[in-house]
C-alpha cells in the first residue's frame, strides 16, 4: 500500500511506519524478516502505544503534528478482502488531502 500512496502524488506524503508495544522487542526480527516496513519500538520512556490507546493490530493515522486522527483495526477489518484494502486507502488518502 505504501508503494500506491506514493505513487498517487498526494498533497501530503503519506508515510506508513510499524511500531512495536514497548516489552515485546523479542518479535522484531521475525516481524521485520523480508519487509521494508520502517519498524519502530516504543519504549517505557516514550510508551506511544499508552498514549494512543492502541489495540493490537491498530493502524493509526496521524496528523502533520503527530496527532492521531483515525484508527483502522486489521483484526476487524482483514486487508485481504478488497473493500477492507480500500477504505484503509481512502482514510490514507483523505487524511492526505487537505479538504475545502
Do not use: C
Not at 508503494?3 to 498517487?8: A, G, H, I, Q, R
Not at 483515525?70 to 482483514?78: E, G, I, P, R, S
Amino acid at each position: 500500500m505504501q508503494d500506491e500512496l506514493t505513487s498517487l502524488g498526494l498533497p501530503v506524503d503519506v508515510d506508513i511506519v510499524g511500531v512495536n508495544e514497548s516489552g515485546l522487542e523479542a518479535g522484531n526480527p521475525s516481524i521485520t524478516a523480508g519487509r521494508d516496513l520502517p519498524w519502530l519500538q516504543d519504549t517505557l520512556a516514550t510508551l506511544v502505544w499508552k498514549s494512543w490507546n492502541v489495540t493490537f493490530r491498530d493502524v493509526i493515522l496521524l496528523d502533520e503534528e503527530n496527532f492521531p486522527i483515525a484508527v483502522y483495526n486489521l483484526t476487524d477489518h482483514d486487508l485481504s478482502d478488497p473493500e477492507k484494502y480500500q477504505a484503509l486507502k481512502k482514510l490514507f488518502t483523505d487524511a492526505a488531502t487537505p479538504g475545502p
